[in-house]
């Protein structure tokens, strides 16, 4: 009952928008999507299946051949509806999520044949490694756009790369920790408490410390640009006003035909 409460909380929370702008979140689609407390209830569906299964084992197996053929009907459903215009988390998050936990539950009662197909073991292999993969293929998927890949290509290939590090974090990282003895009361303690200090140490160091120094050639580069930058006062103004010549005019007497500039800040 706690862990079903903590769930409704925590869905309710992802769900209302307006709520969060009233606590004085500016930007509450962002802390929907990558704050714990609005996707908890994801995780807590999965909890609570785990928790009922020797209820949901109970199932008729035809209801569950039901539930499963529902189950994976949605789940391919959920990749061709959901898109980048789609508010998520949302209403719609409810349709991968209850999809998926159609499947874990006919997986409980009986081996139908879709169970077997999902069973194959390159599936398994990297149904264990999806969520790892998941937490890779961002980081990759921002270095190559950093350094300047054809977006088109390097997205993909980037995202298909990150199967490589996910495989290994979960080799040499993630099973020696979960399969540990060792790791136990105190020990766990301090593993969960390092895991959460040190990122966050990071992120406070940036986001409140010192301005990292620029390199010569930066500051070289940048130097240029503004010296050839217009007063963002021309903004708003009309040539018929007479401070137009003196705000929005540059560099009139060079030779060579005029340049015109019409637009937004983004053209200035």
């Given at each position: 009952?706690?862990?079903?409460?903590?769930?409704?909380?925590?869905?309710?929370?992802?769900?209302?928008?307006?709520?969060?702008?009233?606590?004085?979140?500016?930007?509450?689609?962002?802390?929907?999507?990558?704050?714990?407390?609005?996707?908890a209830?994801?995780?807590a569906?999965?909890?609570?299946?785990?928790?009922?299964?020797?209820?949901?084992?109970r199932?008729?197996r035809?209801?569950?051949?039901?539930?499963?053929?529902?189950?994976?009907?949605?789940?391919?459903?959920?990749?061709?509806?959901i898109?980048?215009s789609?508010?998520f988390?949302?209403?719609?998050?409810?349709?991968?999520v209850?999809?998926?936990?159609l499947?874990?539950?006919?997986?409980?009662?009986?081996?139908?044949?879709?169970?077997?197909?999902?069973?194959?073991?390159?599936?398994?292999?990297?149904?264990?490694?999806?969520?790892?993969?998941?937490l890779?293929h961002w980081?990759?998927?921002?270095?190559?756009?950093?350094?300047?890949?054809?977006?088109?290509?390097?997205?993909?290939?980037?995202?298909?790369?990150?199967?490589?590090?996910?495989a290994?974090?979960?080799?040499?990282?993630?099973?020696?920790?979960?399969?540990?003895?060792?790791?136990r009361?105190?020990?766990?303690?301090?593993?969960?408490?390092t895991?959460?200090?040190?990122?966050?140490?990071?992120?406070?160091a940036?986001?409140?410390?010192?301005?990292?120094?620029?390199?010569?050639?930066t500051?070289?580069?940048?130097a240029?640009?503004?010296?050839?930058?217009l007063?963002?006062a021309?903004?708003?103004?009309?040539?018929?006003?007479?401070?137009?010549?003196?705000?929005?005019?540059?560099?009139?007497?060079?030779?060579?035909?005029?340049?015109?500039?019409?637009?937004?800040?983004?053209?200035h």
């Amino acid at each position: 009952m706690v862990l079903l409460l903590v769930a409704a909380a925590s869905f309710f929370f992802s769900m209302r928008y307006g709520f969060m702008t009233r606590l004085g979140i500016d930007k509450p689609d962002v802390f929907a999507f990558y704050s714990s407390p609005t996707r908890a209830w994801e995780f807590a569906v999965g909890a609570l299946l785990a928790l009922a299964a020797p209820s949901i084992a109970r199932v008729p197996r035809a209801l569950a051949s039901l539930a499963a053929g529902v189950g994976l009907i949605l789940v391919l459903a959920s990749g061709l509806i959901i898109d980048g215009s789609t508010q998520f988390p949302g209403w719609a998050t409810l349709l991968p999520v209850g999809a998926t936990a159609l499947l874990l539950a006919s997986g409980t009662v009986a081996q139908g044949w879709l169970q077997r197909a999902l069973s194959i073991r390159p599936l398994v292999w990297i149904g264990d490694r999806s969520y790892s993969w998941y937490l890779w293929h961002w980081p990759l998927i921002v270095l190559a756009s950093g350094l300047g890949l054809a977006a088109s290509i390097s997205g993909s290939a980037a995202a298909a790369f990150s199967l490589v590090p996910a495989a290994l974090s979960y080799r040499y990282v993630e099973q020696p920790i979960r399969a540990s003895r060792s790791i136990r009361g105190k020990r766990m303690t301090a593993l969960f408490a390092t895991s959460v200090l040190v990122p966050g140490a990071v992120c406070a160091a940036v986001i409140f410390g010192p301005p990292l120094p620029l390199t010569s050639s930066t500051q070289t580069m940048i130097a240029q640009v503004t010296a050839n930058h217009l007063s963002s006062a021309c903004f708003g103004l009309r040539p018929a006003d007479p401070s137009f010549n003196a705000n929005c005019t540059w560099n009139a007497a060079a030779p060579g035909a005029p340049i015109y500039l019409l637009g937004d800040s983004q053209a200035h």
